[in-house]
Protein backbone atom coordinates (compact mmCIF):
# COMPACT_ATOMS: atom_id res chain seq x y z
CA UNK A 1 0.00 0.00 0.00
CA UNK A 2 1.35 3.44 -1.42
CA UNK A 3 0.98 6.07 1.72
CA UNK A 4 1.36 9.03 -0.85
CA UNK A 5 -1.12 11.37 -2.31
CA UNK A 6 -3.43 10.83 -5.48
CA UNK A 7 -3.57 13.41 -7.66
CA UNK A 8 -6.00 16.51 -7.82
CA UNK A 9 -9.21 16.78 -8.91
CA UNK A 10 -9.26 17.14 -13.07
CA UNK A 11 -11.71 18.97 -14.60
CA UNK A 12 -10.52 18.04 -18.49
CA UNK A 13 -13.18 15.99 -20.26
CA UNK A 14 -10.81 13.11 -21.30
CA UNK A 15 -12.35 11.05 -23.81
CA UNK A 16 -12.83 7.46 -22.58
CA UNK A 17 -10.39 5.01 -23.37
CA UNK A 18 -8.45 7.66 -24.73
CA UNK A 19 -4.72 6.23 -24.04
CA UNK A 20 -2.73 8.34 -21.78
CA UNK A 21 1.09 10.05 -22.96
CA UNK A 22 3.69 7.37 -21.29
CA UNK A 23 5.95 9.43 -19.49
CA UNK A 24 9.47 10.09 -20.58
CA UNK A 25 12.05 8.46 -18.53
CA UNK A 26 12.18 6.56 -15.24
CA UNK A 27 9.51 7.93 -12.74
CA UNK A 28 11.08 9.01 -9.79
CA UNK A 29 9.85 8.74 -5.83
CA UNK A 30 10.74 10.55 -2.41
CA UNK A 31 10.91 7.76 -1.17
CA UNK A 32 14.16 6.72 -3.62
CA UNK A 33 15.80 10.43 -2.51
CA UNK A 34 19.24 11.18 -1.40
CA UNK A 35 21.16 14.20 -0.46
CA UNK A 36 24.50 14.17 -1.80
CA UNK A 37 27.19 16.43 -0.22
CA UNK A 38 29.81 17.56 -2.49
CA UNK A 39 32.30 19.93 -2.99
CA UNK A 40 32.50 22.06 -6.42
CA UNK A 41 35.54 24.28 -7.54
CA UNK A 42 35.29 27.92 -8.21
CA UNK A 43 33.68 27.88 -11.54
CA UNK A 44 30.77 29.73 -11.97
CA UNK A 45 29.01 26.70 -14.24
CA UNK A 46 29.90 24.01 -11.69
CA UNK A 47 26.16 24.44 -10.18
CA UNK A 48 24.78 24.20 -14.04
CA UNK A 49 27.09 21.14 -14.52
CA UNK A 50 25.81 19.47 -11.21
CA UNK A 51 22.12 19.87 -11.64
CA UNK A 52 22.98 18.98 -15.71
CA UNK A 53 24.46 15.39 -14.66
CA UNK A 54 21.61 14.49 -12.30
CA UNK A 55 19.22 15.15 -14.88
CA UNK A 56 21.49 13.19 -17.52
CA UNK A 57 20.97 10.33 -15.17
CA UNK A 58 17.18 10.52 -15.57
CA UNK A 59 17.23 12.34 -12.21
CA UNK A 60 15.29 15.26 -10.29
CA UNK A 61 16.79 17.78 -8.77
CA UNK A 62 14.59 19.18 -5.88
CA UNK A 63 16.90 21.23 -3.97
CA UNK A 64 20.94 22.97 -4.09
CA UNK A 65 21.71 24.37 -1.09
CA UNK A 66 24.76 26.05 -0.08
CA UNK A 67 26.13 24.31 3.18
CA UNK A 68 29.52 26.37 2.68
CA UNK A 69 31.31 28.90 0.18
CA UNK A 70 35.20 30.33 0.38
CA UNK A 71 36.70 32.05 -2.36
CA UNK A 72 37.71 28.68 -4.17
CA UNK A 73 34.65 26.77 -4.85
CA UNK A 74 31.53 25.87 -2.75
CA UNK A 75 30.04 23.16 -0.53
CA UNK A 76 26.81 21.96 -1.22
CA UNK A 77 23.92 19.81 -0.50
CA UNK A 78 21.81 18.08 -3.64
CA UNK A 79 19.02 16.63 -3.25
CA UNK A 80 17.32 14.54 -5.67
CA UNK A 81 14.45 11.56 -6.55
CA UNK A 82 15.14 8.51 -8.15
CA UNK A 83 13.29 5.58 -9.77
CA UNK A 84 14.71 2.82 -6.96
CA UNK A 85 18.10 2.23 -5.30
CA UNK A 86 19.95 1.47 -8.45
CA UNK A 87 19.20 4.37 -10.01
CA UNK A 88 20.82 6.36 -6.98
CA UNK A 89 23.73 5.13 -7.30
CA UNK A 90 23.70 5.95 -11.39
CA UNK A 91 22.97 9.86 -9.88
CA UNK A 92 25.55 9.54 -7.70
CA UNK A 93 28.42 8.04 -10.76
CA UNK A 94 27.38 11.01 -12.97
CA UNK A 95 27.89 13.14 -10.22
CA UNK A 96 31.37 12.11 -9.53
CA UNK A 97 32.15 12.13 -13.14
CA UNK A 98 31.78 15.99 -13.20
CA UNK A 99 34.91 17.81 -13.56
CA UNK A 100 35.88 19.95 -10.71
CA UNK A 101 33.09 18.29 -8.65
CA UNK A 102 33.85 16.38 -5.39
CA UNK A 103 31.67 13.78 -4.49
CA UNK A 104 31.83 13.56 0.21
CA UNK A 105 28.93 11.73 1.66
CA UNK A 106 25.42 10.02 0.00
CA UNK A 107 22.59 10.30 2.14
CA UNK A 108 19.62 8.12 1.90
CA UNK A 109 16.87 10.71 2.51
CA UNK A 110 13.94 7.71 3.66
CA UNK A 111 16.66 5.82 5.99
CA UNK A 112 17.12 9.40 7.82
CA UNK A 113 13.67 9.80 8.11
CA UNK A 114 13.58 6.44 10.17
CA UNK A 115 16.30 7.04 12.08
CA UNK A 116 15.15 6.44 15.58
CA UNK A 117 11.76 5.18 14.46
CA UNK A 118 8.83 7.40 14.21
CA UNK A 119 7.04 7.43 16.84
CA UNK A 120 7.00 8.77 20.46
CA UNK A 121 5.15 9.05 23.50
CA UNK A 122 4.17 12.71 24.64
CA UNK A 123 1.94 13.17 27.92
CA UNK A 124 -1.73 15.34 27.51
CA UNK A 125 -0.96 16.37 30.86
CA UNK A 126 1.89 18.78 32.52
CA UNK A 127 3.52 17.54 35.15
CA UNK A 128 5.08 20.75 36.49
CA UNK A 129 4.09 20.81 40.44
CA UNK A 130 3.84 18.33 42.93
CA UNK A 131 -0.40 18.97 42.61
CA UNK A 132 -0.08 17.96 39.19
CA UNK A 133 2.01 14.72 40.31
CA UNK A 134 -0.56 13.31 42.98
CA UNK A 135 -3.60 13.51 40.30
CA UNK A 136 -2.06 11.71 37.48
CA UNK A 137 -0.07 9.27 40.15
CA UNK A 138 -0.40 8.12 43.39
CA UNK A 139 -2.26 8.96 45.20
CA UNK A 140 -5.00 10.27 43.43
CA UNK A 141 -4.86 7.87 40.39
CA UNK A 142 -5.77 5.12 42.77
CA UNK A 143 -9.38 6.69 43.34
CA UNK A 144 -9.43 6.34 39.43
CA UNK A 145 -8.40 2.65 39.92
CA UNK A 146 -11.34 1.69 41.95
CA UNK A 147 -13.89 3.06 40.15
CA UNK A 148 -13.04 1.10 37.15
CA UNK A 149 -13.11 -1.67 39.13
CA UNK A 150 -16.60 -1.02 39.78
CA UNK A 151 -17.54 0.38 36.58
CA UNK A 152 -15.56 -1.79 33.70
CA UNK A 153 -17.50 0.07 30.72
CA UNK A 154 -15.70 3.67 32.10
CA UNK A 155 -12.21 1.81 31.05
CA UNK A 156 -12.89 3.77 27.84
CA UNK A 157 -13.54 7.01 28.72
CA UNK A 158 -11.20 7.59 31.53
CA UNK A 159 -8.04 5.88 30.03
CA UNK A 160 -6.06 5.58 26.69
CA UNK A 161 -8.13 3.12 25.87
CA UNK A 162 -11.00 4.77 24.12
CA UNK A 163 -9.08 6.53 21.72
CA UNK A 164 -6.00 3.83 21.13
CA UNK A 165 -5.98 0.56 18.51
CA UNK A 166 -3.17 -1.90 18.14
CA UNK A 167 -1.68 -2.58 14.87
CA UNK A 168 -0.95 -6.05 15.09
CA UNK A 169 1.55 -8.14 12.52
CA UNK A 170 3.16 -11.62 12.53
CA UNK A 171 5.81 -9.92 9.60
CA UNK A 172 4.32 -12.66 7.05
CA UNK A 173 2.76 -10.89 4.32
CA UNK A 174 4.62 -7.73 4.65
CA UNK A 175 3.76 -5.37 1.51
CA UNK A 176 5.18 -6.82 -1.63
CA UNK A 177 8.02 -7.90 0.52
CA UNK A 178 6.34 -11.36 1.58
CA UNK A 179 7.81 -13.26 5.22
CA UNK A 180 10.48 -11.11 6.12
CA UNK A 181 9.64 -11.37 10.31
CA UNK A 182 8.10 -8.91 12.82
CA UNK A 183 11.51 -7.21 13.47
CA UNK A 184 11.37 -6.07 9.33
CA UNK A 185 7.40 -5.03 9.76
CA UNK A 186 8.15 -2.47 11.96
CA UNK A 187 8.61 -0.21 10.26
CA UNK A 188 5.50 -0.47 8.07
CA UNK A 189 3.53 -0.80 11.60
CA UNK A 190 5.38 2.48 12.37
CA UNK A 191 3.83 3.89 9.37
CA UNK A 192 0.35 2.67 10.08
CA UNK A 193 0.71 4.28 12.82
CA UNK A 194 1.59 7.30 12.51
CA UNK A 195 -1.18 7.62 10.05
CA UNK A 196 -3.82 6.65 12.37
CA UNK A 197 -2.61 10.00 14.13
CA UNK A 198 -2.37 12.12 10.86
CA UNK A 199 -5.46 11.59 9.78
CA UNK A 200 -7.95 10.15 12.95
CA UNK A 201 -6.01 11.32 15.72
CA UNK A 202 -6.24 7.87 16.71
CA UNK A 203 -2.85 6.82 19.04
CA UNK A 204 -2.06 3.91 17.45
CA UNK A 205 1.21 1.10 18.41
CA UNK A 206 2.89 -1.64 16.61
CA UNK A 207 2.20 -5.43 18.03
CA UNK A 208 4.94 -7.69 16.00
CA UNK A 209 4.57 -10.79 17.28
CA UNK A 210 7.23 -13.53 16.96
CA UNK A 211 5.09 -15.96 16.45
CA UNK A 212 3.03 -17.26 13.37
CA UNK A 213 0.79 -19.91 15.03
CA UNK A 214 -2.42 -19.13 15.04
CA UNK A 215 -3.71 -20.15 19.01
CA UNK A 216 -0.46 -18.14 20.18
CA UNK A 217 -1.33 -14.94 18.16
CA UNK A 218 -5.10 -15.31 19.18
CA UNK A 219 -4.54 -15.85 23.17
CA UNK A 220 -1.72 -12.53 22.94
CA UNK A 221 -4.11 -10.55 21.03
CA UNK A 222 -6.60 -11.08 24.08
CA UNK A 223 -4.09 -10.55 26.55
CA UNK A 224 -3.06 -7.47 25.09
CA UNK A 225 -6.90 -6.01 24.19
CA UNK A 226 -7.88 -4.38 27.62
CA UNK A 227 -5.57 -1.43 26.55
CA UNK A 228 -6.98 -1.04 23.16
CA UNK A 229 -10.18 -0.06 21.69
CA UNK A 230 -9.74 -1.54 18.67
CA UNK A 231 -7.53 -4.06 16.72
CA UNK A 232 -6.13 -3.42 13.05
CA UNK A 233 -4.91 -6.90 11.88
CA UNK A 234 -1.92 -6.15 9.26
CA UNK A 235 0.18 -7.86 6.55
CA UNK A 236 -0.88 -11.65 8.44
CA UNK A 237 -0.55 -14.21 5.44
CA UNK A 238 -3.88 -15.82 4.19
CA UNK A 239 -5.42 -18.36 4.84
CA UNK A 240 -3.92 -17.62 8.81
CA UNK A 241 -5.14 -14.49 9.02
CA UNK A 242 -8.81 -15.68 7.88
CA UNK A 243 -8.94 -17.54 10.64
CA UNK A 244 -7.23 -15.12 13.28
CA UNK A 245 -9.52 -12.52 12.84
CA UNK A 246 -12.68 -14.64 12.80
CA UNK A 247 -11.66 -16.18 16.20
CA UNK A 248 -10.39 -12.63 17.46
CA UNK A 249 -14.29 -11.40 16.79
CA UNK A 250 -15.72 -14.34 18.17
CA UNK A 251 -13.57 -13.47 21.92
CA UNK A 252 -13.28 -9.56 22.15
CA UNK A 253 -15.50 -7.40 23.02
CA UNK A 254 -13.78 -4.52 21.02
CA UNK A 255 -13.80 -4.39 16.71
CA UNK A 256 -11.05 -6.43 14.90
CA UNK A 257 -10.03 -5.45 11.75
CA UNK A 258 -8.04 -6.48 9.02
CA UNK A 259 -7.15 -3.92 7.00
CA UNK A 260 -5.68 -6.02 3.86
CA UNK A 261 -8.35 -7.77 3.61
CA UNK A 262 -11.60 -4.61 4.70
CA UNK A 263 -9.62 -1.26 4.18
CA UNK A 264 -9.05 -2.53 0.63
CA UNK A 265 -11.91 -4.14 -0.30
CA UNK A 266 -13.73 -0.21 1.21
CA UNK A 267 -11.73 1.70 -1.66
CA UNK A 268 -11.76 -0.69 -4.19
CA UNK A 269 -16.13 -0.64 -4.03
CA UNK A 270 -15.99 3.05 -3.32
CA UNK A 271 -13.21 3.48 -6.74
CA UNK A 272 -15.64 0.85 -8.38
CA UNK A 273 -18.83 2.81 -7.47
CA UNK A 274 -17.61 6.04 -9.12
CA UNK A 275 -15.64 4.50 -12.22
CA UNK A 276 -19.60 3.08 -13.13
CA UNK A 277 -21.02 6.33 -12.63
CA UNK A 278 -18.93 7.34 -15.31
CA UNK A 279 -19.14 4.50 -17.81
CA UNK A 280 -23.39 4.85 -16.73
CA UNK A 281 -23.06 0.82 -15.88
CA UNK A 282 -24.79 -0.75 -12.38
CA UNK A 283 -22.69 -2.80 -10.38
CA UNK A 284 -25.53 -5.44 -10.68
CA UNK A 285 -25.30 -6.29 -14.27
CA UNK A 286 -20.96 -5.78 -14.36
CA UNK A 287 -19.15 -9.20 -15.13
CA UNK A 288 -16.09 -8.35 -13.05
CA UNK A 289 -12.93 -10.42 -12.82
CA UNK A 290 -10.81 -10.38 -9.22
CA UNK A 291 -7.09 -11.07 -10.15
CA UNK A 292 -5.96 -12.74 -6.57
CA UNK A 293 -8.02 -15.48 -4.42
CA UNK A 294 -6.16 -13.92 -1.05
CA UNK A 295 -7.08 -11.87 2.15
CA UNK A 296 -7.41 -8.85 -0.13
CA UNK A 297 -9.70 -10.56 -3.22
CA UNK A 298 -11.25 -12.64 -0.76
CA UNK A 299 -12.84 -9.48 1.21
CA UNK A 300 -13.37 -7.21 -1.86
CA UNK A 301 -15.57 -10.52 -3.81
CA UNK A 302 -17.49 -10.66 -0.30
CA UNK A 303 -17.98 -6.44 -0.22
CA UNK A 304 -18.85 -6.39 -3.61
CA UNK A 305 -21.19 -9.38 -3.39
CA UNK A 306 -23.35 -7.63 -0.39
CA UNK A 307 -23.07 -4.30 -2.47
CA UNK A 308 -25.47 -6.14 -4.91
CA UNK A 309 -22.96 -7.54 -7.87
CA UNK A 310 -24.12 -10.55 -9.31
CA UNK A 311 -21.48 -11.36 -12.05
CA UNK A 312 -17.66 -12.26 -10.13
CA UNK A 313 -15.21 -14.71 -11.46
CA UNK A 314 -11.76 -15.03 -9.31
CA UNK A 315 -8.63 -15.83 -10.77
CA UNK A 316 -5.49 -17.70 -9.33
CA UNK A 317 -2.16 -19.78 -9.42
CA UNK A 318 -4.94 -22.49 -10.17
CA UNK A 319 -6.66 -20.92 -13.06
CA UNK A 320 -10.26 -20.00 -12.66
CA UNK A 321 -11.39 -21.01 -9.01
CA UNK A 322 -13.92 -23.58 -10.15
CA UNK A 323 -15.61 -25.37 -6.49
CA UNK A 324 -14.81 -28.66 -8.14
CA UNK A 325 -11.15 -28.23 -8.75
CA UNK A 326 -9.17 -30.85 -6.03
CA UNK A 327 -6.46 -27.92 -5.89
CA UNK A 328 -7.61 -25.43 -4.11
CA UNK A 329 -7.17 -24.76 -0.47
CA UNK A 330 -10.83 -24.48 1.94
CA UNK A 331 -10.60 -20.85 1.56
CA UNK A 332 -10.34 -20.96 -2.25
CA UNK A 333 -13.06 -23.48 -2.42
CA UNK A 334 -15.96 -21.31 -0.66
CA UNK A 335 -15.05 -18.55 -2.77
CA UNK A 336 -15.34 -20.57 -5.82
CA UNK A 337 -18.43 -21.75 -4.71
CA UNK A 338 -19.71 -17.60 -4.05
CA UNK A 339 -18.90 -17.01 -7.58
CA UNK A 340 -18.39 -18.59 -10.69
CA UNK A 341 -21.87 -19.62 -11.03
CA UNK A 342 -21.31 -21.00 -14.65
CA UNK A 343 -18.43 -22.96 -13.67
CA UNK A 344 -16.04 -21.25 -16.59
CA UNK A 345 -12.69 -22.51 -16.61
CA UNK A 346 -9.40 -21.19 -17.68
CA UNK A 347 -7.34 -18.63 -17.02
CA UNK A 348 -6.94 -15.47 -16.58
CA UNK A 349 -7.17 -14.21 -20.46
CA UNK A 350 -10.09 -16.82 -20.79
CA UNK A 351 -12.16 -14.61 -17.66
CA UNK A 352 -11.41 -11.18 -19.50
CA UNK A 353 -13.96 -12.49 -22.53
CA UNK A 354 -16.58 -9.87 -22.29
CA UNK A 355 -15.53 -8.60 -18.94
CA UNK A 356 -16.43 -5.51 -17.95
CA UNK A 357 -14.24 -4.83 -14.57
CA UNK A 358 -11.02 -6.08 -13.87
CA UNK A 359 -9.65 -5.94 -10.61
CA UNK A 360 -5.83 -7.14 -9.54
CA UNK A 361 -4.98 -7.64 -6.16
CA UNK A 362 -2.36 -10.59 -6.87
CA UNK A 363 1.08 -10.31 -8.32
CA UNK A 364 2.78 -7.93 -10.88
CA UNK A 365 2.92 -8.28 -14.41
CA UNK A 366 0.40 -11.61 -14.43
CA UNK A 367 -1.10 -9.83 -17.27
CA UNK A 368 -0.41 -8.93 -20.89
CA UNK A 369 -1.86 -5.27 -22.02
CA UNK A 370 -2.90 -6.86 -24.89
CA UNK A 371 -5.58 -9.25 -23.12
CA UNK A 372 -7.48 -6.31 -22.07
CA UNK A 373 -8.79 -5.95 -25.99
CA UNK A 374 -11.17 -8.86 -24.79
CA UNK A 375 -12.74 -6.43 -22.04
CA UNK A 376 -16.33 -4.92 -22.88
CA UNK A 377 -16.58 -1.56 -24.08
CA UNK A 378 -15.84 1.18 -21.52
CA UNK A 379 -13.99 -1.45 -19.55
CA UNK A 380 -12.81 -0.32 -15.93
CA UNK A 381 -9.60 -1.88 -15.10
CA UNK A 382 -7.81 -1.39 -11.05
CA UNK A 383 -4.17 -3.28 -11.41
CA UNK A 384 -3.74 -2.81 -7.66
CA UNK A 385 -0.76 -5.06 -6.67
CA UNK A 386 2.31 -3.44 -5.06
CA UNK A 387 4.80 -2.41 -5.78
CA UNK A 388 4.25 -3.83 -9.61
CA UNK A 389 0.66 -3.96 -10.54
CA UNK A 390 -0.70 -7.04 -12.18
CA UNK A 391 -0.61 -4.84 -16.10
CA UNK A 392 1.13 -1.47 -16.60
CA UNK A 393 -1.81 1.34 -15.73
CA UNK A 394 -0.24 3.44 -18.54
CA UNK A 395 -0.34 0.78 -21.33
CA UNK A 396 -3.63 0.04 -20.12
CA UNK A 397 -5.52 3.45 -21.35
CA UNK A 398 -5.52 2.00 -24.74
CA UNK A 399 -7.76 -0.84 -23.70
CA UNK A 400 -10.12 0.64 -20.90
CA UNK A 401 -11.88 3.73 -20.50
CA UNK A 402 -10.87 4.08 -16.43
CA UNK A 403 -7.62 3.24 -15.50
CA UNK A 404 -7.01 3.12 -11.56
CA UNK A 405 -3.75 1.56 -9.19
CA UNK A 406 -2.16 2.01 -6.03
CA UNK A 407 0.31 4.05 -7.71
CA UNK A 408 0.92 7.38 -6.62
CA UNK A 409 2.21 8.98 -9.69
CA UNK A 410 -0.85 8.39 -11.82
CA UNK A 411 -4.53 9.76 -11.20
CA UNK A 412 -6.76 7.29 -8.85
CA UNK A 413 -4.80 5.95 -6.70
CA UNK A 414 -6.50 3.69 -5.00
CA UNK A 415 -4.68 3.67 -0.96
CA UNK A 416 -5.83 2.06 2.05
CA UNK A 417 -5.24 5.33 4.03
CA UNK A 418 -8.64 6.42 2.37
CA UNK A 419 -10.18 3.74 4.78
CA UNK A 420 -8.90 2.84 7.76
CA UNK A 421 -8.26 6.33 9.98
CA UNK A 422 -12.12 7.12 9.22
CA UNK A 423 -13.34 3.76 10.30
CA UNK A 424 -11.84 3.43 13.70
CA UNK A 425 -12.51 7.13 14.45
CA UNK A 426 -16.06 6.15 13.68
CA UNK A 427 -15.69 2.43 15.39
CA UNK A 428 -13.93 4.36 18.59
CA UNK A 429 -16.65 7.57 18.65
CA UNK A 430 -19.47 5.15 18.88
CA UNK A 431 -17.33 2.95 21.31
CA UNK A 432 -18.72 -0.41 18.80
CA UNK A 433 -17.71 -3.43 20.09
CA UNK A 434 -17.87 -5.20 16.54
CA UNK A 435 -18.15 -3.87 13.06
CA UNK A 436 -20.17 -5.50 10.25
CA UNK A 437 -20.53 -5.51 6.61
CA UNK A 438 -23.55 -2.73 7.03
CA UNK A 439 -20.82 -0.53 8.32
CA UNK A 440 -18.10 -1.54 5.52
CA UNK A 441 -20.63 -0.54 2.53
CA UNK A 442 -20.91 2.49 4.45
CA UNK A 443 -17.40 3.61 4.54
CA UNK A 444 -17.27 2.80 0.72
CA UNK A 445 -20.71 4.89 -0.21
CA UNK A 446 -18.93 7.75 2.29
CA UNK A 447 -15.59 7.98 0.61
CA UNK A 448 -17.16 7.58 -2.88
CA UNK A 449 -20.05 10.15 -2.41
CA UNK A 450 -16.60 12.95 -1.38
CA UNK A 451 -16.13 13.45 -4.99
CA UNK A 452 -18.93 15.49 -6.55
CA UNK A 453 -20.71 15.20 -9.73
CA UNK A 454 -18.90 18.45 -10.38
CA UNK A 455 -15.54 16.89 -10.21
CA UNK A 456 -15.97 13.03 -11.41
CA UNK A 457 -14.34 12.03 -14.54
CA UNK A 458 -12.31 8.87 -15.79
CA UNK A 459 -9.35 10.80 -13.67
CA UNK A 460 -11.13 11.39 -10.38
CA UNK A 461 -12.84 9.05 -9.15
CA UNK A 462 -11.54 8.78 -6.23
CA UNK A 463 -10.58 11.75 -3.88
CA UNK A 464 -7.32 12.48 -2.46
CA UNK A 465 -5.84 10.71 0.94
CA UNK A 466 -5.23 15.03 2.00
CA UNK A 467 -8.38 15.99 1.41
CA UNK A 468 -9.62 16.88 4.89
CA UNK A 469 -13.47 15.92 4.20
CA UNK A 470 -12.61 12.35 3.81
CA UNK A 471 -11.77 10.77 7.23
CA UNK A 472 -14.67 12.96 8.80
CA UNK A 473 -17.11 11.40 6.51
CA UNK A 474 -16.14 7.69 7.02
CA UNK A 475 -16.08 7.88 10.51
CA UNK A 476 -19.83 9.83 10.66
CA UNK A 477 -21.05 7.18 8.23
CA UNK A 478 -19.67 4.58 10.20
CA UNK A 479 -20.58 5.45 13.46
CA UNK A 480 -24.27 6.22 12.44
CA UNK A 481 -24.43 2.85 11.10
CA UNK A 482 -23.15 1.12 14.19
CA UNK A 483 -25.35 3.33 16.55
CA UNK A 484 -28.37 2.41 14.04
CA UNK A 485 -27.68 -0.82 12.46
CA UNK A 486 -30.03 -3.62 13.99
CA UNK A 487 -28.26 -5.66 16.56
CA UNK A 488 -25.14 -3.76 16.86
CA UNK A 489 -23.55 -4.26 20.35
CA UNK A 490 -23.04 -0.36 20.86
CA UNK A 491 -21.98 1.96 24.34
CA UNK A 492 -23.31 4.67 24.98
CA UNK A 493 -20.94 7.79 24.84
CA UNK A 494 -21.75 10.45 27.04
CA UNK A 495 -18.82 12.68 25.81
CA UNK A 496 -19.97 13.33 22.19
CA UNK A 497 -23.63 12.00 22.23
CA UNK A 498 -23.27 8.80 20.82
CA UNK A 499 -26.03 6.62 21.26
Not at 266 to 286: F, G, M, T, Y
Request: glycine letters at 8%; one cysteine or more; a negative charge.
Amino acid sequence: MSTDTAATPSTDDTSLGEPATPPRGPVTSASYSITVRLTADGDPASIGRIATAVGSAGGAVTAIDVVDSRSDGLTVDVTCSAADAAHSEEMVDALRAVTGVKVRKVSDRTFLLHLGGKLEVASKVPLKTRDDLSMAYTPGVARVCLALAENPDDVRRLTIKGNTVAVVTDGSAVLGLGDIGPGAAMPVMEGKAVLFKRFADIDAWPICLDTQDVDEIVRTVELLAPGFGGINLEDIAAPRCFEIEARLREKLDIPVFHDDQHGTAIVALAALRNALRVVDKRLEDVRIVVAGGGAAGTAIVHLMLKAGARHVLVWDREGILVPDDERLSPAKRELAQRTNPDGVRGELPDALAGADVFIGVSAGNVLDVDDLARMADKAVVFPMANPTPEVDPVRARQHAAIVASGRSDLPNQINNVLAFPGVFRGLLDARAREISDGMLLAAAEAIAAVVKDDQLNANYIIPSVFDPEVTHAVAAAVADQARHEPGATVRLNEDNGAS
